[in-house]
């Protein structure tokens, strides 16, 4: 159980002591430039504090103005924010982190990250090509450069106070062992899919061992039907409870003790999934049960994202 009993407001403490994340976080993982920017400032306005962005969204500009002029507007200030991006594949190489970090800054109009992540554990061909692919169709991996070589290079970016904390996505429990060993600064999250179907319990205890925040996407299962919106036990539950489906997978995330990330695109949805309360311990058990096994999204074995369209 998260320590505060209004779900809404949890935040996590990261493992470098450097502040808190809000466990409801919203995902900017939206192909339309126009509707980024008013589902940013839907959720804003909703309530939500904590922001995931990503070079390879292409979107960067326009959460970025989303954001300045939400603040503005709602005379909320950038400390009590908290926005992330992420390290696309094709710039693993250690002289391309900061580069590729000061762009994403320079997108997104800050001074500074609170979380820089390594999008994912694959390197791609270096270049300006995100998506890139042999004659064959087949992805372009590179093997001159280790993950380790790139944490390094992450490492010196909080050294040098650009951002308050770093971590991996995509990952699984060695990737993160292997990394959290050798690191002279540990991950502070990591962000994987993560929702009834794919509970990755093995991870959350090492990450709940460690203070390493567990960041779920997925949380509704990327909204799929037939899928977690449509399960029997939590329709059931959100029956009984009175809420959405959707507000019980996310009460059930925060409950846990992970944080989340949910993309909703309309006002009455950012209001929806914003509204979340703590559910009845047996509700909450009932969700622990179900025993339905599925990964949702194939990019911890490919680095190659779903639901980003390939074409620039
Ligand atoms: N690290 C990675 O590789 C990675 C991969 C994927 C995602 N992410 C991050 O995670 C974020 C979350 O994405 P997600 O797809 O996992 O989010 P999600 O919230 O699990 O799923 C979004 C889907 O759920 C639907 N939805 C949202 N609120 C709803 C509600 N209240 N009732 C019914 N349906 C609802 C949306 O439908 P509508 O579109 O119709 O509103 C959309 O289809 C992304 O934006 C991104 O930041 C990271």
């Given at each position: ?15 470098n ?12 993982l ?6 980024t ?27 970025g103005?989303?954001?300045q ?9 950038r ?11 094709t ?6 982190v900061?580069p ?16 820089y992540l ?9 270049g ?14 590179d ?17 040098h ?8 996505s995509?990952?699984?429990?060695d ?7 050798s690191?002279?600064i540990?991950?502070?999250v ?7 179907y794919l509970?990755?319990?093995?991870l959350l ?5 460690k ?7 997925a ?14 036990v ?41 509204d ?5 311990e ?7 049960r ?11 074995t ?11």
């Open positions: 159980m998260p320590e505060s009993s209004d779900l809404r407001l949890t935040r996590l403490p990261l493992n002591g450097r502040g808190l994340m809000p466990a409801l976080g919203f995902g900017t939206i192909p339309d430039k126009a509707e920017i008013t589902a940013t400032r839907y959720a804003l306005e909703a309530g939500f504090r904590h922001f995931d962005c990503a070079e390879r969204y292409r979107n960067e500009r326009e959460v103005e989303a954001l002029t939400g603040l503005a507007a709602g005379g909320i200030a400390e009590e924010i908290f926005v992330t991006t992420k390290l696309w594949n710039n693993h190489r250690p002289e391309r900061e590729a970090f000061d762009a994403s800054l320079d997108r997104l109009g800050l001074d500074h990250l609170d979380l390594i999008h994912t554990p694959f390197a791609f061909q270096p300006d090509e995100q998506d890139p692919r042999d004659q064959n169709g087949s992805v372009i991996y093997n001159e450069v280790t993950l380790l070589d790139t944490w390094r290079a992450m490492e010196s970016l909080v050294n106070g650009r951002c308050r904390a770093i971590g991996l995509d990952i699984n429990l990737i993160l062992l292997s990394i959290y060993e690191a002279r540990k991950p502070a990591v962000q994987v899919e993560s929702h009834p509970p990755e319990t093995e205890e090492f990450c709940k061992e203070g390493v925040v567990l960041l779920a996407f949380p509704l299962g990327h909204g799929m039907k037939p899928g977690l919106l449509d399960d029997p939590v329709s059931a539950i959100a029956a009984r409870v009175g809420k959405t489906p959707a507000q019980v997978l996310l009460a059930w995330a925060v409950h846990r003790g992970t944080a989340l990330l949910t993309t909703p695109r309309t006002a009455a949805r950012a209001r929806e999934n914003f979340i309360s703590v559910l009845p047996d509700a909450f058990n009932e969700i622990n179900i025993e339905t096994r599925q990964r949702l999204n194939p990019v911890v490919t680095g190659v994202p779903g639901f980003i369209a390939r074409a620039s």
